[in-house]
Structures are given as structure tokens and as C-alpha cells.
């Protein structure tokens, strides 16, 4: 059976979910019984298993719920997968944002209307779960010697074996983090306050692109109305960037978030073995060769390699896509200087196989009207 990912929560509007069938009611009792900040909880019904990550903020409730037909047996990795699903939209802005006091609160009043972002966070989740023989089974005969009303809570930090031989026996477990655990994920709020310096030399960065005039939060709002128009996705990029792509480091990694110079760059993220490790931001020197202005993505070992790469150019071009050892291997480069961008495979960070697209002026808006 494929898995079955549901998104829930306490909307303004009372308790959501999506997609909406008769689960409903499943995560009423979720969020009834969770006594935690943040809490996996796994329910039983016949041979189907709901694992519902059910997280507190402000008094309200965020879930994700994974429906499997078999057990799922590392329950860490399944924590780490809802906590990136959950950093991701906070980055993103579509689901969850940040007040004006950096407090966490709901960006949508349905998750339908949502639904094409839900789709792509679900597919990463999917994706992630990796349903093999070595991270699951097969759902045993139920033990009918304890009600299925019964509920047990284990912590995390018990074996995989304990928390297997309780979702083995047991209907409804609760798993929970400790204190340390879940400020780890938490504290980022602090980190924000420490880096209001860095934020405020990037608005200045920002409005030497031609947006000084515009304010932030209208930016991002034209930015997503027209993301197919090539010049407010490049828009779209430097505003997530500030807000968004900074945040979610510290979400991630906020204890190992560190301010460390290279040879090539002034690094912030995470490090091992004082190396660049994991999701970072890379600022390059005014003299760069290459012309490089800011690398955002994730290292390993010191090497650039994520799927998600974003690298800008001091000319105002830049790089989307899936960086390998330090190179471009397909994605978009757009190029300021025309307007024209290509989409497709990279050899030696040099486009290769693809089509490049010329961008036009459609129209223009002055005072909120369209104007051709």
C-alpha cells in the first residue's frame, strides 16, 4: 500500500485536515491527549497504522500523519523528517509564518488552499520514508489482552526495540522528545535576534537590486501572483533568502550555527570536523574571480552539494538547481543581462543539454492596476 500523508491542525476556524475523509476524528483525539510541545503519536485501527507528529505553538496545534500498512520501526528518522517538513514551512511562508514579533502562526485559514504546496511536501515526505524490509514490517495480529483504548507514552531516547514491542502491542503510543531535544528545534527565535545585524546589511544588499522602493512583505505577495514571470522569481529568491533560507538554518541547527571564515568565503552553518556540514549561507569577497555573491544550500564535507542550490552572481545572474562537488549539475541559470534563462543539464558549469527561454516585458502595474 502506498503511503497516505494528511496535514492537520487548529485553524482559526476550528480543527482542519487535508485531504478531509474520516480521519478527522482520529486527529480530534491526536491533539485531545497530546500533553507535550511535541509528540509523535501512533494509532492502531485493524491492520493500518496513523503516525501523527502533533507540534504546540501559541496554544495551537500543527500535525502531519503518515497512514502505512506496516510498522514503522526508526522513529528518529521519521521525528527528523516532520521537523524538516515543518522548518520548510516556515521557510516557505505558506503554511506557518512569522508575526511581526517572530512569534509562529498560521499563514492560511484551509489547507486547500494550499493544496499544490501539501502535494510537494508530501511527495518529499514519501520520498524520505523509504518503506525497505530494514525500516519496517509487517503489522502483527492484534493483542487483544489490552483495550484498544489504552494508551502507553515512551520517550524517544528508549531503544528502537522498546518503542517496536509497544507499537507491536499497544493501539495508541505516545512518543515524545525531551526538553533538550525539542529546544534544539525550538530556540531558533534567539539565534533570529543574534543575526538582526546580518539581516539588516542583506535589506541594504536588496535594495541596490532595484526594490529599495518596495516594501518586504508586498514583494513577497507580487512575487508568488507572478512566480512565471522570470524578474519577481528572481525577486521571490533574494526575499526567501532573507527570511526565509536564514530561519530555516537556524530551525534546523540552531545550537551549531556558527560564524566561520575560509580561504573562498565566510561561511554561516553548521560544521564537522571545521568543515562546512549541512544546510549553510556562503558570502563571497567583493574581488571573487568567479563573481559570486552568496551561496545558499547545503555542504557536505566542505563541498557544495544539494538539490536545492541557490547561487547568486554579483551581476545579478544566478543559479537554481542540483550542485555536485562544487559544480552545476542541471537546473536554471538565469542570466541578468539579457533577461534569457536555461533549463537543463550543466557540464563544467557550462549549460549543456536544455532549451533557453528569451524574457519579455508583458505588462506593467502602476498603483495596483495593470497597465499594458
Known amino acids: 500500500m502506498k503511503p497516505i500523508v494528511y496535514f492537520f491542525g487548529s485553524l482559526p476556524g476550528g480543527l482542519c485536515a487535508y485531504p478531509q475523509d474520516h480521519t478527522k476524528l482520529i486527529f480530534e483525539d491526536f491533539i485531545k491527549r497530546s500533553k507535550n510541545a ?5 494509532h492502531r485501527m485493524d491492520n493500518l497504522l496513523y503516525y501523527g507528529y502533533v507540534r504546540k505553538f501559541n496554544g495551537n496545534y500543527f500535525g502531519i500523519c503518515v497512514c502505512l500498512d ?6 528518529g528518522l521519521l521525528f527528523n523528517i516532520f521537523d524538516n517538513i515543518f522548518a520548510q514551512t516556515l521557510q516557505q511562508g505558506d503554511i506557518l509564518k512569522f508575526s ?3 512569534r509562529i502562526e498560521w499563514a492560511l485559514k484551509t489547507f486547500a488552499s494550499e493544496n499544490v504546496a501539501i502535494n510537494e511536501y508530501t511527495r518529499k515526505i514519501i520520498e524520505r520514508l523509504n518503506l525497505s524490509d530494514c525500516n519496517s514490517i509487517e503489522v502483527p495480529p492484534a493483542d487483544f489482552s489490552i483495550s484498544i483504548n489504552d494508551c502507553i507514552e515512551i520517550s524517544l531516547e528508549s531503544s528502537k526495540e522498546e518503542i517496536l514491542n509497544v507499537t507491536k502491542r499497544y493501539s495508541n503510543i505516545y512518543i515524545v522528545k525531551t526538553n533538550d531535544e525539542i529546544e534544539r528545534i525550538t530556540g531558533f527565535t534567539r539565534l533570529i535576534e543574534g543575526k538582526e545585524k546580518e539581516i539588516s546589511r542583506l535589506k541594504q544588499e536588496v535594495s541596490s537590486q532595484k526594490i529599495k522602493n518596495l516594501e518586504l512583505s508586498s514583494q513577497l505577495i507580487k512575487a508568488k501572483a507572478l512566480q512565471k514571470n522570470m524578474v519577481w522569481v528572481s525577486v521571490l529568491s533574494i526575499i526567501t533568502f532573507i527570511f526565509g533560507t536564514i530561519l530555516w538554518n537556524k530551525v534546523l541547527f540552531p545550537s551549531e550555527v556558527t560564524h566561520y571564515k575560509t580561504k573562498d568565503f565566510i561561511y554561516y552553518g553548521p560544521l564537522k570536523d571545521k568543515k562546512p556540514h549541512g544546510i549553510g549561507v556562503a558570502f563571497y569577497p567583493q574581488d571573487d574571480v568567479d563573481g559570486r555573491k552568496f ?8 563541498i557544495r552539494q544539494d538539490s536545492t542550490a541557490m547561487l547568486y552572481y554579483r551581476e545579478g545572474d ?3 538547481g542540483k550542485m555536485k562537488d562544487d559544480k552545476w549539475e542541471n ?3 538565469y542570466k541578468c543581462s539579457d533577461g534569457t534563462y536555461f533549463r537543463g543539464s550543466f ?3 557550462i549549460p549543456y543539454n536544455g532549451v533557453w527561454y528569451d524574457h519579455v516585458k508583458r505588462y506593467k502595474s502602476v498603483e495596483g492596476e495593470i497597465v499594458y
Open 331 to 333: 537546473g536554471l541559470l
Open 295 to 302: 551561496y545558499i544550500g547545503n555542504f557536505e564535507n566542505g
Open 70 to 75: 506496516r510498522i514503522y520501526n526508526d522513529i
Open 100 to 102: 511581526s514579533e517572530k
Open 38 to 42: 511535541l509528540q509523535i503519536v501512533v
Open 347 to 349: 557540464q563544467e558549469n
Open 318 to 320: 544566478y543559479f537554481y
